[in-house]
Protein backbone atom coordinates (compact mmCIF):
# COMPACT_ATOMS: atom_id res chain seq x y z
CA UNK A 1 0.00 0.00 0.00
CA UNK A 2 1.11 3.44 -1.30
CA UNK A 3 2.61 5.58 2.18
CA UNK A 4 1.04 9.07 2.03
CA UNK A 5 3.59 12.20 1.68
CA UNK A 6 4.15 13.42 5.50
CA UNK A 7 6.87 16.22 4.67
CA UNK A 8 7.86 18.37 1.72
CA UNK A 9 10.68 17.59 -0.01
CA UNK A 10 14.35 18.52 0.55
CA UNK A 11 15.31 21.12 -1.82
CA UNK A 12 18.91 23.20 -1.50
CA UNK A 13 17.48 26.97 -1.91
CA UNK A 14 20.81 27.56 -4.05
CA UNK A 15 18.53 25.97 -7.46
CA UNK A 16 17.15 28.65 -7.54
CA UNK A 17 20.29 30.23 -9.38
CA UNK A 18 19.42 28.32 -12.05
CA UNK A 19 16.63 31.45 -12.74
CA UNK A 20 19.69 33.52 -14.44
CA UNK A 21 19.47 30.84 -17.04
CA UNK A 22 16.08 32.99 -18.26
CA UNK A 23 18.72 36.07 -19.68
CA UNK A 24 19.62 33.35 -21.98
CA UNK A 25 16.17 34.77 -23.83
CA UNK A 26 17.97 37.84 -24.61
CA UNK A 27 20.47 35.88 -26.26
CA UNK A 28 18.93 35.78 -29.74
CA UNK A 29 18.00 39.67 -29.47
CA UNK A 30 21.96 39.91 -29.61
CA UNK A 31 23.08 37.66 -32.19
CA UNK A 32 20.56 37.42 -34.48
CA UNK A 33 19.60 41.29 -34.47
CA UNK A 34 17.60 41.07 -37.67
CA UNK A 35 15.68 38.34 -37.41
CA UNK A 36 15.38 36.40 -34.49
CA UNK A 37 13.62 33.33 -34.51
CA UNK A 38 10.45 33.20 -31.75
CA UNK A 39 10.79 29.55 -30.23
CA UNK A 40 14.38 31.01 -28.96
CA UNK A 41 12.28 33.56 -26.87
CA UNK A 42 11.16 30.40 -24.98
CA UNK A 43 14.25 31.01 -23.01
CA UNK A 44 12.11 33.72 -20.58
CA UNK A 45 10.73 30.50 -18.87
CA UNK A 46 14.15 29.51 -16.83
CA UNK A 47 12.91 32.35 -15.06
CA UNK A 48 10.68 30.30 -13.36
CA UNK A 49 13.57 28.55 -11.30
CA UNK A 50 13.82 31.26 -9.12
CA UNK A 51 10.63 29.15 -7.29
CA UNK A 52 13.65 26.94 -6.15
CA UNK A 53 14.91 29.42 -3.85
CA UNK A 54 11.17 29.36 -2.29
CA UNK A 55 10.44 25.82 -2.57
CA UNK A 56 14.26 25.37 -0.18
CA UNK A 57 13.10 27.46 2.42
CA UNK A 58 10.27 25.42 2.68
CA UNK A 59 11.60 21.76 2.72
CA UNK A 60 11.04 19.32 5.08
CA UNK A 61 7.92 21.08 6.36
CA UNK A 62 4.87 18.68 7.66
CA UNK A 63 1.94 18.83 5.15
CA UNK A 64 -1.34 19.11 6.79
CA UNK A 65 -4.70 20.92 6.22
CA UNK A 66 -3.34 24.35 6.83
CA UNK A 67 -0.05 23.82 4.23
CA UNK A 68 -3.05 22.12 1.50
CA UNK A 69 -5.04 24.92 1.96
CA UNK A 70 -2.54 27.26 1.53
CA UNK A 71 -0.96 25.82 -1.24
CA UNK A 72 -4.29 25.85 -2.92
CA UNK A 73 -4.56 29.12 -2.53
CA UNK A 74 -0.98 30.13 -3.52
CA UNK A 75 -1.61 27.98 -7.21
CA UNK A 76 -4.95 29.83 -7.20
CA UNK A 77 -4.05 33.14 -7.49
CA UNK A 78 -0.64 32.28 -9.21
CA UNK A 79 -2.75 30.58 -12.28
CA UNK A 80 -5.17 33.42 -12.41
CA UNK A 81 -2.65 35.95 -12.28
CA UNK A 82 -0.60 34.33 -15.41
CA UNK A 83 -4.38 33.42 -17.35
CA UNK A 84 -4.73 37.37 -16.74
CA UNK A 85 -1.67 38.21 -18.14
CA UNK A 86 -1.39 35.63 -21.40
CA UNK A 87 -5.13 36.94 -22.28
CA UNK A 88 -3.99 40.58 -21.45
CA UNK A 89 -1.32 39.95 -24.15
CA UNK A 90 -3.06 38.44 -26.59
CA UNK A 91 -5.84 41.08 -26.59
CA UNK A 92 -3.14 44.05 -26.86
CA UNK A 93 -1.23 42.18 -29.74
CA UNK A 94 -4.27 41.21 -31.33
CA UNK A 95 -4.84 45.27 -31.53
CA UNK A 96 -1.67 45.35 -32.99
CA UNK A 97 -1.78 42.98 -35.59
CA UNK A 98 -2.59 45.37 -38.35
CA UNK A 99 0.30 47.42 -37.49
CA UNK A 100 3.24 44.92 -36.85
CA UNK A 101 4.60 42.03 -39.08
CA UNK A 102 3.29 38.37 -38.05
CA UNK A 103 6.87 37.59 -37.50
CA UNK A 104 7.64 39.77 -34.67
CA UNK A 105 4.09 39.49 -33.13
CA UNK A 106 4.51 35.82 -32.76
CA UNK A 107 7.61 36.35 -31.43
CA UNK A 108 5.97 38.72 -28.95
CA UNK A 109 3.01 36.68 -27.95
CA UNK A 110 6.06 33.95 -27.26
CA UNK A 111 7.55 35.82 -24.71
CA UNK A 112 3.90 37.39 -23.28
CA UNK A 113 3.70 33.66 -22.54
CA UNK A 114 6.71 32.25 -21.76
CA UNK A 115 7.30 35.20 -18.63
CA UNK A 116 3.55 34.48 -17.92
CA UNK A 117 4.65 30.70 -17.11
CA UNK A 118 7.54 31.77 -15.00
CA UNK A 119 5.59 34.66 -12.69
CA UNK A 120 3.48 31.98 -12.61
CA UNK A 121 5.70 29.77 -11.04
CA UNK A 122 7.47 31.23 -9.12
CA UNK A 123 4.24 33.64 -7.69
CA UNK A 124 3.29 29.89 -6.52
CA UNK A 125 6.25 29.09 -4.62
CA UNK A 126 6.25 33.10 -3.11
CA UNK A 127 3.13 33.05 -1.79
CA UNK A 128 2.89 29.87 -0.39
CA UNK A 129 5.86 30.80 1.58
CA UNK A 130 4.41 33.97 2.18
CA UNK A 131 0.96 32.54 3.82
CA UNK A 132 3.36 29.54 5.24
CA UNK A 133 4.99 31.95 7.59
CA UNK A 134 2.47 34.33 8.36
CA UNK A 135 1.16 33.68 11.87
Same mark, same amino acid.
Given at each position: ?16 ? &?? +? @? %? /??? !? ?16 ? &?? +? @? %? /??? !? ?83
Amino acid at each position: MKQAKTHTPKINPLMGL &FG +F @F %G /FAG !FLPLIFDAHQPSPFHLIF &FV +F @F %G /FFR !FYYDGKMSNILIDERYMANHLRATSIANSTAVSIIMGGVIILGKLVRYIELYTLTSLLVVVIALALALAGFLEAFLLYKFETEE
